[in-house]
């Protein structure tokens, strides 16, 4: 792999082989209910969830994004980058997903990103110069998997399709590419404060906590976006999750692409103003009484 090029590995732990290819690969797997390994793989799990993947789960149990990460999921920091990310949470003092019953995944329909792609994986790369990505693949040979025995043979492009996959990668290209700029970003950029953690967590995964957001005055206050836009982005959830992504390209790259109020403006620069004064007089405060304290005559 070249040095320009910056990766993401989806499904950290796993021992992808170090060979990666592109989607024509012929890959030789087949799972089926009757394998001998049946449900191994979700026995023991280390599943990142997308945006997406979250958005599917949540609607299929019709429950909110906050409770849903509750109760099903565990937040992480991506490798060493300080990058909000989510994982499934297994069963209580166990290493199974919650989803997984003798008969197979019972969520099977909205089955998460990494699910679908086993025993592949997506790697995404780009060139620092580029803003977009290129995929590439790699496989995952772990020796409780029997699929790689079976004698099919599919092109990884074919097996995309059949796992129902191009509709996940497009609507997460998004988030791969915020990801994939902020690991890029590197050490210039240093490392993000709690606050931008917490709100690509809030954008990315606390879809409902972001909906909130997005309708409050102070979004209002500060975007002008146009009444109709407002309005398609809060009553349509996939809308919704792409507007967050451009919203952070916005907010942690300065990629402007929504407008801002411009009475906004000038009042956050006040009051940034403000602060800073504030935070001054209150430092020469802080040194004059220490300066004090040094010289106190009755010590
Ligand atoms: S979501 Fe389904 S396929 Fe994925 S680990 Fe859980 S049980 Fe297995
Ligand atoms: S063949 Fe692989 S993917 Fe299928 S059940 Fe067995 S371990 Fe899981």
Redesign the pocket.
Known sequence: MQDDKVQNLPFPGNPVVPQTFDDSKVIQFQCNKGIACWNA??SN?D?SLTPYDILRLKRRFDTSSGEFLQTYTVPYEMEQNSIAGVK?RPVANGTA?Q??TPQG????ED??TA?RYYPVALLSLRRQDEYTDHASYALIEEPHCLGHKEPRQISVANYRKEQGLEPYDDLARGWRQLILKKKSSGPSIGKPSKRSLELFFMVCYDIDRFSQFVASDGFSDIYDLPTEELKNILCDDVELMQFGFRFLRQVLFGEESIALRKEATEERRVRLQERQQRLETEATARRAMEQDEMYDPEE
Not at 105 to 108: E, I, L, M, N, Q
């Open positions: 793989c979700c799990i599943i499934l997903c989803f997984m995944c019972s969520v099977y089955r998460p699910c």
